[in-house]
């Protein structure tokens, strides 16, 4: 069950939210794994609220701003940890493993790969586990929100049975935005007959395709506004008033995008996926320099 308490005016790319719910708090299910898999094979996906640690979160988000204040992303004269952005310099992350992101990525690596994260992890999927090796880096600016989709369409040549942590490196007030989930929707039927057998990397080698090789593909996204989608998907849309220790973890199978950043702050977070160490990885997220979306992960098939 989702909460009834009423929530700030909120928006996704420019459109009115008027039936955003929060999300339901999965902690008082921690220590009863059946109950926690129940949950998530029922919502598409689980939030703990502090999980991960308030402090250990702030130390990762020190070493993120230094980046950005180093790389010249940050307004001059500002506290790097309000993460104000530059008016023109809009430098930023572009992904990649963490050792090569940061000078010391121990502070972002005790929150994402070790400690309660991988614990969790472990006892959810009851196995060994292993993260992917690609971490992507979040920064969101004010102005529209992440488009809707499903993950399994950016990482859907492995297991399916791989898991999303989305984690705030930040407080992030209603005014700037967060994570969007449609509840329920890692269910639709309608979705599992199209769309979610797309591969964003995929090409029809025996049509003619004017693009270059390296950017051949198709796109992600699902089409039409926030109320078109839920319409048509079912469910109810839900979010959160998340901080620093937040976690929400989905499949990739469950629908979800951003809420437009109305502040003047940036909002930062990272995307992370776990599975069993057993099951195929998806080869475009791993590896000591993971293709990710470039020319070598491209794939020709007959349409």
Not at 38 to 44: D, I, V
Not at 201 to 210: I, M, Q, T, V
Request: net charge negative.
């Amino acid at each position: 069950m989702t909460t009834t308490t009423p929530l700030p005016p909120l928006t996704y790319r420019d459109e009115t939210l008027d039936d955003v719910r929060l999300m339901t708090d999965s902690s008082p299910l921690l220590g009863d794994i059946g109950a926690i898999r129940q949950r998530m094979s029922e919502a598409g996906y689980l939030y703990f609220p502090g999980f991960l640690g308030r402090e250990r979160v702030i130390e990762a988000r020190r070493q993120i701003v230094d980046r950005l204040e180093k790389a010249g992303a940050l307004a001059p004269g500002t506290d790097p940890m309000d993460a104000i952005p530059h008016p023109t310099n809009h430098a930023g992350f572009e992904g990649g493993r963490l050792d090569a992101l940061f000078e010391n990525p121990d502070p972002i690596d005790e929150v994402l790969y070790r400690g309660p994260m991988m614990q969790f992890f472990r006892e959810f999927l009851a196995a060994d586990v292993r993260h992917y090796d690609f971490t992507w880096m979040r920064q969101v600016p004010p102005g529209p929100a992440t488009p809707i989709h499903s993950d399994v369409v950016y990482m859907g040549r492995g297991t399916h049975q791989l898991f999303t942590a989305w984690t705030p490196m930040g407080d992030n007030s209603f005014d700037m935005g967060g994570l969007l989930i449609l509840e329920g929707s890692h269910r639709d039927p309608g979705l599992a007959k199209r769309y979610w057998k797309f591969d964003v990397d995929a090409f029809c080698s025996n049509h003619e395709d004017k693009r270059d090789a390296k950017t051949k593909g198709t796109g992600g996204w699902l089409r039409g506004t926030a109320k078109q989608i839920r319409h048509a998907v079912g469910g109810r849309w839900v979010t959160g008033d998340f901080r620093m220790g937040d976690v929400v973890i989905f499949s990739v199978y469950t629908v979800h995008g951003g809420t437009d950043n109305h502040s003047n702050v940036l909002r930062l977070s990272t995307d992370t996926r776990y599975q069993r160490v057993s099951e195929a990885a998806d080869e475009r997220w791993v590896g000591e320099k993971p293709p990710a979306h470039g020319p070598l992960a491209k794939r020709g098939m007959i349409c």
